[in-house]
């Protein structure tokens, strides 16, 4: 079964400041989706980028960057010029391209509560 | 627009009271799911479904029941076997059989026992 990790439970960052968060994940599939996704205190779940396992780029979506490294299987999340709005829980997740398995191949991780100090 | 809908978005349960938070969506999803939220914590799963008139247990079924009759439908009952239910419940979708990349939530439901 595939699993995710996300071993720093809090982070810290000063306001335009980089930041990167942690995301380890196992799984024997070789094509699969990663995401990050923002849960800001409204408790809304907001997509803040994904990536595709086929794809070797690195997903980018403005000061938002990942660093996928796909035979280390991680994924790591890089926010730049770190703003305040930024503070949020940060959750990591696995999709399997294929359908069926166990939890129905969705799988979060624990989360990571970053804070942004002014 | 598509999307998921969940209500009520806050919900009282007395002691000894079943209660059924329903999540709806029209993005014509197989897969749906449930979602437990307790204070700073990560989402536990309860139940999913990948089909219609099927569905599976997550992590933390007990004192839960779900039921899947229509593919845009799968309330929840929280039932009074469930200790502790004060919680944030997330559903969520996806589209299945790898074609969307996309997971969908609804904005939560947050249940309280009073």
């Known amino acids: 079964a595939q699993t995710v990790t996300q071993s720093q439970p809090e982070m810290s960052v000063q306001e335009a400041e980089t930041v990167t968060l942690s995301c380890t994940y196992d799984?024997?599939?070789?094509?699969?989706?990663l995401f990050w996704y923002k849960q800001p205190p409204s408790r809304q779940m907001i997509l803040v980028i994904r990536q595709e396992a086929y794809k070797q780029q690195n997903a980018t979506e403005n000061r938002f960057s990942v660093n996928f490294q796909k035979a280390a299987k991680s994924f790591s999340l890089k926010i730049s010029d770190s703003q305040l709005g930024d503070a949020a829980m940060y959750f990591c997740?696995?999709?399997?391209?294929?359908?069926?398995?166990?939890?129905?191949?969705?799988?979060f991780g624990k989360g990571t509560k970053l804070s942004v100090k002014p | 627009d598509g999307g998921i809908t969940q209500s009520p978005k806050y919900l009282f349960r007395k002691e000894g009271q079943n209660v059924t938070l329903s999540c709806e969506q029209n993005l014509n999803h197989d897969a749906m799911y449930w979602y437990r939220q307790d204070p700073g914590q990560g989402l536990r799963l309860i139940y999913y479904?990948?089909?219609?008139?099927?569905?599976q247990k997550g992590d933390i079924a007990e004192g839960y029941s779900v039921s899947r009759e229509k593919k845009e439908s799968f309330p929840l009952t929280v039932t009074s076997a469930q200790k502790n239910p004060t919680a944030f419940y997330l559903c969520?979708?996806?589209?299945?059989?790898?074609?969307?990349?996309?997971?969908?939530f609804g904005e939560g439901s947050w249940l309280t026992v009073v």
């Open positions: 997740a696995y999709r399997s391209r294929y359908y069926g398995g166990s939890q129905g191949n969705l799988i």
């Open positions: 479904s990948q089909i219609v008139n099927d569905f």
């Open positions: 969520a979708s996806i589209a299945d059989r790898g074609s969307g990349n996309t997971i969908y």
């Open positions: 799984t024997s599939e070789s094509d699969y989706y």
